[in-house]
């Protein structure tokens, strides 16, 4: 550069820094292409608009279906004024949230492929063409973003693995209203090639085989049964007819004090000594006419229920008892509490967010829902809850308090 | 390799339904930012960010890379008359190895001693058995895509 130039470079300041930064703006859009820029980096011809639509149709119904049940599961733990969960079928949230954590497995391997099909255009050239193409591009961070963050602590979240430093609930749950709201703005800019794709068009011909390695086709069933694999080996933590495929499970349907699994132990809920202290009494208390007080001895002595429920844990295993003890209508009937009201039970538990449960009416009307004294014709394990637990169809594992000690009527 | 082939650059997103949808997942993102800070401790919020952007980081610039160049090496190294099975097998046993990471480190069972129950599996070997049984599939498949090979060429 000549001593001139310099200086009317430093004269025009104004319209040097504008050109400047234009010039960097430019630098930014349309970068020198080295590298991964460059027009033939990446050669496979898999790196397709076909497959990746496919990929993606697939990636779509299964982050619904995940974000809708994952939402459902959330009500019921958190009912709002305007929902109601029912105990009725009883299978029901077994299959909710046994789909929820399936569903997000079968995701894994779809979404690594449908990300690597499409990893190039990370690198594409032009890197920015305009406003629109920057809001459609930085869309793009929370999606991949969301969608690898949910997988992820999902699989760790089932396998106890606690090792973010901050609430799997909370984290996990507003997580997906953001990558939700990414996969809206995504499939608004790619509903057109959706379209195309869906009605056989699209660039590229499906199942076009490519020097000798993994057609386009191929690549999509090998996608599909690796989803499928990852899902036969740890679908029989809730599905009983394919537990023994179910080798990578982190939970065995089978396997647990009287023959299933326990979440919280007595040692870790810190009640291993009132749980078994001679002096625990069930009391019965809150809107009724009189309090009733009972004895280990008092509820042997009643005419027992029994029923077959399922404990369906919301990491997606489930375990099917048939228990017996005292229906808490019932205790409610017998306190002389109104025949159609809600009902907390709670635990002998001094922490914890799942220390008490609130029946609405229609759980605690319900003749399956028991206090259960025993389980599989013996009395309760200790880790199971014992004395006394609440057992309820249709109620999520987290929400089937143990170790009870007070029936509050609402 | 021809234009068509390459990845496609698409256009740019137009028209109303792209619009709507930017308006709408952007409100359903702005409620999630909005419970998150809600729901998060001051301190727990650059935990979540670094694990946000950090599973992003690692798969775009580490994953990723090594995936591509494990491909490379697969181009390289496997005839391509059986190459294409192999790399199904590949992609199905990297899938079963990332879902089995939680269970074969075991932090699960650790956090709980008194619980036998949580991981009960032998997860190693049942790992190992199910990876040996999509090899086994992945051998057959290569054999009859090569003897179909030559079968062909013989014709």
């Known amino acids: 550069m000549s001593a001139t130039e310099r200086q009317s470079g430093d004269a025009g300041e104004r319209p040097g820094l504008a050109s400047g930064l234009r010039r960097a703006v430019a630098l930014v859009a349309a970068p020198p292409r080295v590298g991964p820029l460059r027009a033939d980096a990446f050669g496979s011809g898999l790196h397709d608009e076909r497959p990746a639509a496919w990929l993606g149709m697939s990636l779509g119904v299964s982050f619904t279906i995940c974000f809708a049940t994952g939402l459902l599961s959330d009500l019921i733990q958190n009912p709002q004024a305007w929902f109601a969960w029912t105990p009725r079928p009883a299978w029901l949230y077994r299959v909710t949230q046994g789909t929820h954590v399936l569903t997000g497995l079968a995701a894994i391997p779809l979404l690594l492929v449908k990300l690597w099909v499409v990893y190039p255009r990370l690198w594409q050239w032009p890197t920015l063409r305009g406003a629109v193409h920057l809001i459609e591009r930085l869309m793009l961070v929370p999606l991949v973003a969301g969608a690898l963050f949910l997988l992820v602590t999902g699989v760790m979240n089932i396998g106890y693995w606690y090792a973010w430093g901050f609430g799997f609930l909370e984290g996990h749950y507003w997580a997906a209203w953001i990558t939700i709201g990414a996969l809206v703005v995504h499939l608004g800019a790619k509903a057109g090639v959706v379209g195309r794709v869906w009605r056989g068009g699209g660039r590229g011909a499906l199942g076009e085989p490519r020097d000798g390695g993994l057609s386009r086709r191929g690549l999509l069933t090998g996608a599909w049964l690796a989803s499928g694999l990852v899902v036969l080996t740890i679908a029989g933590q809730t599905v009983p007819l394919l537990r023994r495929l179910a080798v990578l499970a982190p939970r065995d349907m089978r396997s647990g004090p009287q023959g299933f699994p326990v979440n919280k132990t007595a040692n870790d809920a810190r009640v291993a000594e009132t749980a078994v202290d001679p002096g625990w009494r069930l009391r019965v208390e809150g809107a009724v006419d009189r309090e009733l007080e009972f004895t280990m001895d008092d509820l042997r002595a009643r005419n027992l229920s029994e029923a077959t429920l399922t404990i369906a844990c919301v990491e997606g295993w489930s375990a099917t008892q048939r228990w017996r003890g005292v229906p808490v209508r019932e205790l409610v009937a017998e306190a002389g509490g109104a025949a159609d009201a809600a009902v907390r039970v709670e635990s002998l538990q001094t922490f914890g967010p799942y220390r008490a449960t609130t029946l609405n009416p229609a759980f605690a009307t319900d003749p399956d829902t028991l206090l259960a004294l025993d389980v599989g014709g013996e009395a309760l394990h200790l880790d199971h809850g014992f004395p006394v637990r609440l057992i309820a169809p249709n109620n999520p594992g987290v929400l089937q308090t143990k170790w009870v000690q007070k029936v509050v009527v609402l | ?155």
């Open chain 2, 1 to 155: 390799m021809t234009e068509t082939e390459g990845p496609t650059d698409g256009e740019v997103p137009h028209g109303r339904l792209w619009w709507t949808a930017v308006g709408v997942g952007v409100l359903l993102m702005a409620y999630g930012v909005y419970g998150l800070l809600g729901a998060l401790l001051p301190e727990q919020r650059p935990r979540w960010l670094v694990w946000f952007l950090g599973g992003l980081a690692f798969h775009d610039f580490v994953l990723v890379p090594a995936v591509l160049a494990a491909g490379l090496l697969v181009r390289r190294a496997v005839p391509a008359a059986v190459r294409g099975p192999a790399q199904a097998g590949l992609l199905a046993s990297a899938a079963l190895v990332l879902v089995s990471v939680p269970v074969l480190t075991g932090y699960g069972r650790a956090a709980q001693p008194g619980n036998a129950s949580v991981l009960p599996l032998d997860y190693v070997p049942n790992l190992l058995g199910v990876l040996a049984l999509v090899w086994a599939v992945t051998t057959v498949v290569a054999v009859a895509a090569v003897l179909r090979a030559r079968r062909a060429r013989a014709r």
